[in-house]
């Protein structure tokens, strides 16, 4: 694989402008009255499914997809931008008084990735920060809250508008980011849109959560600071292909060449010094010519809400897309459309792709069933 500093993408920046999360689909639900899935979530349609008895859709099903949450949704500290408090197993030593000596930053940096695959990331990548992916206004929760109460009011509806609107501004120096892909179980994949895909990807949240908490901790340790991130604060999947994983698919996810779509993306921004990576332009441009012709993500969409154009173009098709960078748009009102008609997320785009290297597709019930 080839790796360059060309660019990896084309924007055009008469348009472009930094992205306002709250019109990221799952917020726009919030407080867009002209959505068909204004006010729902997954719950809507649960006891209609488990009533069904269709295979996986039972309550053992949804159970396994909550349960896969837990971590995610509970830790207090999986998204801080600060020191944690000291703690006794850890030595009781506030590690931020003074900082490490890093000699060589080329060798640190790969210390930082084998940190984060010690604790659990699949892929690591180094980046600059670059400013178009940090969200220009978003939602920001309260230091050591976690996800669960941060957004309780969101979730009990009694949201405004403004609890979206906070400036997200980065601290003065710091200047990298740590991005990491967490694979997702491919036998669980393959069973989408069922539950026990969704399963895999909740899972995957929360084996995020526990890493980015894991590695913040360590830089800080070292003395350096560390901003925690899942899908807040800056736009996951640039980042991750200005650090060398991967390049965007006709889904509109990462496609990675080790996972293709089947991974879920954290990251950790921080001023330790390390040595960024390069884009994978052959993996960019061997993707872009398989996806031209591939369509087998929109061919198995539920909703038709990836496009079947030959052609990516700069012509978002909803206010849930950002305009200004050429690429194959997704619908993400259709797709949450579906999301909330299968009480879980879908996951057919990422089974189907042949970059996922699946390599047996499985019924929920041979899921359950296979050891």
Same mark, same amino acid.
């Given at each position: @694989?080839?790796?360059?500093?060309?660019?990896?993408?084309?924007?055009?920046?008469?348009?472009?402008?930094?992205?306002?999360?709250?019109?990221?689909?799952?917020?726009?639900?919030?407080?867009?009255?002209?959505?068909?899935?204004?006010?729902? @979530?997954?719950?809507?349609?649960?006891?209609?499914?488990?009533?069904?008895?269709?295979?996986?859709?039972?309550?053992?099903?949804?159970?396994?997809?909550?349960?896969?949450?837990?971590?995610?949704?509970?830790?207090?500290?999986?998204?801080?931008?600060?020191?944690?408090?000291? @703690?006794?197993?850890?030595?009781?030593?506030?590690?931020?008084?003074?900082?490490?000596?890093?000699?060589?930053?080329?060798?640190?940096?790969? #210390?930082?990735?084998?940190?984060?695959?010690?604790?659990?990331?699949?892929?690591?990548?180094?980046?600059?920060?670059?400013?178009?992916?940090?969200?220009?206004?978003?939602?920001?929760?309260?230091?050591?809250?976690?996800?669960?109460?941060?957004?309780?009011?969101?979730?009990?509806?009694?949201?405004?508008?403004?609890?979206?609107?906070?400036?997200?501004?980065?601290?003065?120096?710091?200047?990298?980011?740590?991005? @990491?892909?967490?694979?997702?179980?491919?036998?669980?994949?393959?069973?989408? *849109?069922?539950?026990?895909?969704?399963?895999?990807?909740?899972?995957?949240?929360?084996?995020?959560?526990?890493?980015?908490?894991?590695?913040?901790?360590?830089?800080?340790?070292?003395?350096?600071?560390?901003?925690?991130?899942?899908?807040?604060? $800056?736009?996951?999947? *640039?980042? $991750?292909?200005?650090?060398?994983?991967?390049?965007?698919?006709?889904?509109?996810?990462?496609? #990675?060449?080790?996972?293709?779509?089947?991974?879920?993306?954290?990251?950790?921004?921080?001023?330790?010094?390390?040595?960024?990576?390069?884009?994978?332009?052959?993996?960019?441009?061997?993707?872009?010519?398989?996806?031209?012709?591939?369509?087998?993500? $929109?061919?198995?969409?539920?909703?038709?809400?990836?496009?079947?154009?030959?052609?990516?173009?700069?012509?978002?098709?909803?206010?849930?897309?950002?305009?200004?960078?050429?690429?194959?748009?997704?619908?993400?009102?259709?797709?949450?459309?579906?999301?909330?008609?299968?009480?879980?997320?879908?996951?057919?785009?990422? $089974?189907?792709?042949?970059?996922?290297?699946?390599?047996?597709?499985?019924? *929920?019930?041979?899921?359950?069933?296979?050891?």
């Amino acid at each position: @694989m080839r790796y360059t500093k060309e660019l990896p993408y084309e924007i055009d920046e008469k348009v472009y402008k930094r992205f306002e999360q709250k019109y990221n689909i799952l917020y726009r639900r919030l407080w867009d009255k002209s959505l068909t899935t204004y006010g729902k @979530m997954f719950e809507v349609n649960i006891d209609e499914h488990i009533s069904s008895h269709k295979d996986g859709y039972s309550r053992i099903d949804f159970a396994l997809v909550s349960a896969g949450w837990t971590i995610y949704e509970n830790f207090p500290s999986a998204f801080t931008w600060k020191k944690k408090k000291l @703690m006794d197993i850890g030595y009781g030593i506030n590690w931020m008084n003074s900082k490490y000596k890093i000699e060589d930053p080329t060798t640190f940096s790969s #210390t930082i990735k084998k940190v984060a695959k010690f604790y659990g990331a699949s892929l690591v990548g180094i980046t600059d920060i670059n400013d178009k992916w940090i969200y220009k206004t978003g939602f920001k929760r309260p230091e050591l809250v976690s996800e669960a109460e941060s957004k309780e009011e969101i979730r009990g509806g009694k949201i405004t508008k403004s609890l979206l609107d906070q400036p997200i501004n980065l601290p003065e120096g710091i200047n990298k980011v740590i991005v @990491m892909a967490i694979e997702m179980d491919p036998e669980a994949i393959s069973t989408a *849109p069922a539950q026990p895909a969704a399963a895999a990807a909740s899972l995957a949240y929360s084996k995020m959560a526990f890493i980015i908490s894991c590695i913040g901790e360590f830089i800080r340790n070292l003395g350096y600071r560390a901003i925690q991130c899942g899908n807040d604060t $800056a736009l996951s999947i *640039p980042l $991750a292909i200005d650090a060398g994983l991967g390049t965007l698919g006709r889904n509109g996810l990462l496609l #990675t060449p080790e996972f293709g779509p089947r991974v879920r993306i954290c990251k950790v921004f921080t001023d330790i010094p390390i040595v960024s990576d390069l884009p994978n332009i052959d993996f960019i441009r061997k993707v872009g010519g398989v996806c031209k012709t591939c369509c087998k993500c $929109a061919e198995a969409c539920e909703n038709n809400a990836i496009s079947r154009e030959v052609n990516p173009s700069f012509n978002p098709d909803t206010i849930s897309n950002n305009p200004g960078v050429k690429k194959y748009y997704v619908n993400g009102e259709k797709c949450f459309e579906f999301w909330i008609e299968n009480s879980s997320d879908c996951g057919n785009c990422i $089974a189907i792709c042949p970059f996922s290297k699946i390599k047996e597709h499985l019924s *929920p019930s041979e899921f359950w069933t296979k050891t």
